[in-house]
């Protein structure tokens, strides 16, 4: 089955820096990338996601670019602000399955302001 | 709109005893999922719900563990002779299911089981 590491585990960084996770995923039929960002004690949300059709995605501050050659994909926050601060959590869909997820342990962020 | 929703939110069950946790998946979602968090890790996958059959079980991880969605919407995990390892979080996700592809799984905000 699916297999996905990520790296770090725990990220601090200051206020208006720039925040990079790295995930790697060992099924080369996987297809889809989301990412979900998970508060303390509440539910995780996605925050972006990619498939494996395109190289890069954006949304404001946010982005995650795939190497689908290499298996690895990764999320960078740019201007991170102190509610960026989360556990966040990459993922993978094996193409086999087209449903289950497989996450990454997850990456403690904490921006200091 | 309401999302996804769990209760109850906090269980604190005692070693051998039965416990039944609930999903309300969002209205008109047809896939539900069921996952598990254990401290500190990623959510692990139990089970997928396409309407209201199982479509695949291989999550589950053992014969106590078992889920039910009767009528294609709300959903109920049950655990029998609970165990001090069961202790975690209970995720429960629901989606479209658009065809021929993956969509987004919205998440509830989980049951955090204890099992003393």
């Known amino acids: 089955g699916e297999n996905v590491e990520q790296h770090p585990s725990t990220l601090s960084v200051q206020e208006g820096d720039s925040a990079v996770i790295k995930c790697t995923y060992s099924d080369s039929a996987s297809n889809y990338f989301p990412w979900y960002k998970q508060e303390l004690g509440k539910r995780p949300q996605l925050i972006i996601d990619i498939r494996s059709n395109v190289g890069e995605k954006k949304d404001q501050r946010i982005a995650v670019t795939l190497n689908k050659t290499a298996k690895h994909f990764s999320l960078h926050i740019t201007e991170t602000q102190p509610e960026d601060s989360a556990v966040y959590f990459c993922?993978?869909?094996?193409?086999?399955?087209?449903?289950?997820?497989?996450f990454g342990k997850g990456t403690l962020l904490t921006v200091n302001p | 709109g309401a999302g996804v929703s769990q209760t109850p939110s906090n269980k604190v069950t005692e070693k051998g005893k039965y416990v039944e946790l609930r999903c309300d998946p969002i209205s008109g979602h047809t896939a539900l999922y069921w996952y598990r968090q254990s401290l500190g890790q990623g959510p692990e996958f139990l089970i997928y719900f396409q309407g209201t059959g199982a479509a695949d079980d291989s999550g589950l991880p053992n014969d106590r563990f078992f889920a039910v969605r009767p009528e294609g919407s709300v959903s109920t995990l049950k655990i029998q002779r609970t165990e001090r390892g069961d202790s975690a979080v209970y995720l429960c996700?629901?989606?479209?299911?658009?065809?021929?592809?993956?969509?987004?799984?919205?998440f509830g905000p989980g049951t955090r089981l204890t099992v003393l």
């Open positions: 996700a629901s989606s479209t299911r658009v065809a021929g592809g993956q969509d987004e799984q919205f």
């Open positions: 993922a993978a869909i094996s193409g086999g399955s087209n449903y289950k997820l497989t």
